[in-house]
Nanobody, 122 residues
Framework: QVQLVESGGGLVSAGGSLRLSCAASGSILSINRMAWYRQAPEKSRELVAQIIGISDTSTYYADSVKGRFTISRDIAKNTVYLQMNSLKPEDTGVYYC??????????????WGQGTQVTVSS
């Protein structure tokens, strides 16, 4: 019923920047929470940043990315972005987009993107 499509990953040198995008499509009534998670090799998936709310939004960042990453969303486009600056090798991993979606039929959907690889070389 819904689909999340990510883009923007790639290979970058330490200190560089990348911008991830995630667009939601389908039978969407509203999206209350959008977030980015990442999973490094042999590690558990961790929450990197999230944005909650529609008109009044609140954001959360993992301590490891505070001051370097910025999450934002375009409500009209059902899209969330993650601007990543001052990247470090430890930021390497697969980045997954997540959205809690209210469906037009009245249900809720916990939607995940397919993941996009981010590799930061030292």
């Amino acid at each position: 019923q819904v689909q999340l499509v990510e883009s923007g990953g790639g290979l970058v040198s330490a200190g560089g920047s990348l911008r991830l995008s995630c667009a939601a499509s389908g039978s969407i009534l509203s999206i209350n929470r959008m977030a980015w998670y990442r999973q490094a090799p042999e590690k558990s998936r961790e929450l990197v940043a999230q944005i909650i709310g529609i008109s009044d939004t609140s954001t959360y960042y993992a301590d490891s990315v505070k001051g370097r990453f910025t999450i934002s969303r375009d409500i009209a486009k059902n899209t969330v972005y993650l601007q990543m600056n001052s990247l470090k090798p430890e930021d390497t991993g697969v980045y997954y987009c997540y959205a809690l979606i209210g469906l037009r039929n009245g249900g809720l959907n916990n939607a995940w993107g397919q993941g996009t690889q981010v590799t930061v070389s030292s």
